[in-house]
Every structure is written in structure tokens, then in C-alpha cells.
């Protein structure tokens, strides 16, 4: 099995940077494609960023295209996602999930509990 862990969230001006990680216990790592999904107050579950074995391989919701980027760094079993110019509507809780690939949450088989981010105006 696979235990996920996120960390790096926290509250932020409009504009401002994070970056958050996901470290991952247990093995086969590198077979897992990665996800991050973020879920606000009263809204569903929304699909972020994904990444697959390769690192050159990702997908990102159109909201935040262009602003956020996944990496993986296989011998650490983590995987991160840089924020950028973040806007007051990325606000939610930002949950990393292993899997097989997609965008779908139902792609992946494990779950982290999630890191809160707040992006105040």
C-alpha cells in the first residue's frame, strides 16, 4: 500500500507562490501516475494536475494552466505542485492521489488528506 502525505499549504496574498509536496511512503512509486485534485466549501471535487512516469507528461485543468506546474522526483517519492499568481478562487483544500493515469478522480487508488490553501484578495 501506499500512504501519501501533502504538506505546503497556507495562506497567501493574491499574486503570491506556493508550492506544495507529497511525499509518498511504501513502494513502487515511480509506477504510479500522480494527481492533485482540490476541493472548496460547498463545491465538488475538482481535478488540478496530473503527471505520469515521465515527468514531461502532464495535464492541467484549464483553470490553472500556465500558473501551476507538476513535478515528480522519483528518488524521493514525491511529487509537487508549484503555484503561481494564485487567485482567490484557487482556495481549497489540495489533496495528491497515486493511480493509473487520468483526470478522473477514479483513476486513482490512493489518497492523501490534503493541505488547506487560502488565497486572500
Known amino acids: 500500500q501506499v500512504q501519501l502525505v501533502e504538506s505546503g499549504g497556507g495562506s497567501v496574498q493574491a499574486g503570491g507562490s506556493l508550492r506544495l509536496s507529497c511525499a509518498a511512503s511504501g513502494r513502487g512509486f515511480s509506477r504510479y501516475a500522480m494527481g492533485w485534485f482540490r476541493q472548496a466549501p460547498g463545491k465538488e471535487r475538482e481535478f488540478v494536475a496530473a503527471v505520469s512516469h515521465s515527468i514531461g507528461i502532464t495535464a492541467y485543468a484549464d483553470s490553472v494552466k500556465g500558473r501551476f506546474t507538476i513535478t515528480r522526483d522519483n528518488t524521493k517519492n514525491t511529487v509537487y505542485l508549484q503555484m503561481n499568481s494564485l487567485k482567490p478562487e484557487d482556495t481549497a483544500v489540495y489533496c495528491c492521489?497515486?493511480?493509473?493515469?487520468?483526470?478522473?478522480?477514479?483513476?486513482?487508488?490512493?489518497w492523501g488528506q490534503g493541505t488547506q490553501v487560502t488565497v486572500s484578495s
Open positions: 492521489a497515486a493511480g493509473r493515469p487520468g483526470i478522473d478522480a477514479a483513476a486513482y487508488d490512493y
